[in-house]
């Protein structure tokens, strides 16, 4: 469960209004990062698949996106240190929780993106 009152209202000093671009744009862009993790998937593309993840990282953390922050982190770290992981099962991994998070933020905004 994402905590959108304590990021937004505590942490930033924000309205709902003020931060809801910050995670649409989030959301767009998760969706072109799926596209570039599948194509790695497929083409075995570790340093790609690695890469994406860096970013997929930072802009969870930035959103205070724990889950998929958590998540993707561990991924991560195996790549980094070589670990070889199954790309397309991690892909799928991704994919539902981002489709978790988007329904969240729905819910909390009372938007459909």
């Known amino acids: 469960m994402i905590d959108f009152e304590m990021f937004i209202v505590k942490e930033m000093g924000l309205s709902k209004d003020e931060v809801l671009p910050l995670y649409e744009i ?3 862009e998760m ?3 799926i596209i570039a993790l599948d194509s790695a ?3 075995s593309d570790y340093d790609t698949f690695k890469r994406t993840l860096h970013n997929i ?3 969870s953390a930035n959103l205070r996106l724990e889950d998929m ?3 993707v982190s561990d991924m991560y770290s195996k790549l980094k240190s070589d670990e070889q992981i199954d790309l397309y ?3 799928e991994t ?3 929780l981002l489709e978790q998070v988007r329904k969240e933020i729905n819910t909390y905004f009372n938007r459909s993106f």
Do not use: C, R
């Open 69 to 71: 922050t958590a998540v």
């Open 31 to 33: 969706d072109d990062m």
């Open 94 to 96: 991704i994919k539902k």
């Open 89 to 91: 099962a991690s892909l």
């Open 57 to 59: 990282k930072g802009i």
């Open 26 to 28: 989030y959301l767009n």
């Open 41 to 43: 998937s497929k083409s």
